[in-house]
């Protein structure tokens, strides 16, 4: 029943709106915007009580928010998350300064993070797509393809103009039904994953997952150590 698995899935995967599910507080509205599923933490706000080195996820949107409202009134420090599916992402301002700097911000785990790693300040994986779960699950328990993993994937997505030059020169597959195009990543051993619309996307993750080496065009840096756990390939385009 996908209607049943979808919140189940939504606990135990990682996903672009995971930071709602994993964490014990939220502050948000792609809960009600994309229909999800409510999360078992509290919704954040400046009157809550918030208890000391509880994690607390914050949408990207709402960080400007977070910063300058609730984080003042905070009376110990947190965990603090923060990304989101749709746009914008977390970019470095002057809020985002004053989060690191902040005593109340015991560590920061962010997607398409904007700071060197640290001690204090960490990536957070993007994961893969909150509609696609249930077909990547069904992914797993296909049986193994038969013989070698000896096939190179192309990335089968679209052009986004935010970021083209990402994609300058990249061969480009067409697109496929989400099913054949799990089969195909279960398939190579290798996975073309450039850039979408920010530089973390979800076919590095898919690729992981399902047993291939993502082949990555974003900046080493941005994962920090760790992230990946060595199972992606970088390379510069702009590079021969």
Same mark, same amino acid.
């Given at each position: 029943? #996908?209607?049943?698995?979808w919140?189940? *899935?939504l606990? =135990?995967?990682?996903?672009?709106?995971?930071?709602?599910? *994993?964490?014990?507080? +939220?502050?948000?509205?792609? @809960?009600?915007?994309?229909?999800?599923?409510?999360?078992?933490?509290?919704?954040?706000?400046?009157?809550?009580?918030?208890?000391?080195?509880?994690?607390?996820?914050?949408?990207?949107?709402? #960080?400007? $928010?977070?910063?300058?409202?609730?984080?003042?009134?905070?009376?110990?420090?947190?965990?603090?998350?923060?990304?989101?599916w749709e746009?914008?992402q977390?970019?470095?301002?002057?809020?985002?300064?004053?989060?690191?700097?902040?005593?109340? %911000?015991?560590? +920061?785990?962010?997607?398409?993070?904007?700071?060197?790693?640290?001690?204090?300040?960490?990536?957070?994986?993007?994961? @893969? $797509?909150?509609?696609?779960? &249930?077909?990547?699950?069904?992914a797993?328990l296909?049986?193994?393809? *038969?013989?070698?993993r000896?096939?190179?994937?192309?990335?089968?997505?679209?052009? $986004?103009? /935010?970021? !083209? +030059? /990402?994609?300058?020169?990249?061969?480009?597959?067409? =697109?496929?039904? @989400?099913?054949?195009?799990?089969?195909?990543?279960?398939?190579?051993?290798? #996975?073309?994953?450039?850039?979408?619309?920010r530089c973390?996307?979800?076919?590095?993750?898919?690729? @992981?997952?399902?047993? &291939? #080496?993502? %082949?990555?065009? &974003?900046?080493? *840096?941005?994962?920090?150590?760790?992230?990946?756990? !060595?199972?992606?390939?970088?390379?510069?385009? =702009?590079?021969?």
């Amino acid at each position: 029943d #996908v209607h049943r698995f979808w919140p189940f *899935a939504l606990r =135990r995967f990682v996903t672009p709106v995971a930071g709602f599910y *994993a964490c014990d507080y +939220w502050l948000g509205n792609e @809960i009600e915007r994309l229909g999800l599923p409510p999360p078992d933490g509290a919704r954040l706000d400046a009157t809550t009580d918030v208890a000391p080195f509880a994690s607390v996820y914050v949408q990207a949107a709402f #960080v400007p $928010h977070f910063a300058s409202t609730v984080l003042p009134r905070l009376r110990a420090p947190v965990v603090l998350v923060t990304g989101g599916w749709e746009l914008p992402q977390v970019e470095r301002s002057n809020y985002t300064d004053a989060l690191l700097a902040s005593s109340r %911000v015991a560590c +920061w785990f962010s997607q398409n993070p904007v700071y060197p790693p640290s001690r204090k300040y960490r990536g957070f994986a993007y994961g @893969i $797509h909150h509609e696609s779960v &249930a077909a990547f699950a069904r992914a797993l328990l296909r049986p193994p393809p *038969a013989g070698p993993r000896t096939r190179f994937a192309l990335s089968h997505h679209s052009k $986004h103009r /935010m970021n !083209g +030059w /990402m994609r300058e020169g990249l061969p480009v597959g067409p =697109r496929l039904p @989400i099913d054949a195009y799990y089969d195909l990543v279960r398939s190579a051993a290798f #996975v073309l994953s450039p850039c979408g619309d920010r530089c973390d996307t979800y076919r590095t993750y898919e690729a @992981i997952g399902l047993g &291939a #080496v993502p %082949v990555v065009n &974003a900046p080493e *840096a941005l994962y920090g150590p760790g992230l990946l756990g !060595g199972s992606a390939v970088f390379f510069d385009p =702009r590079r021969p």
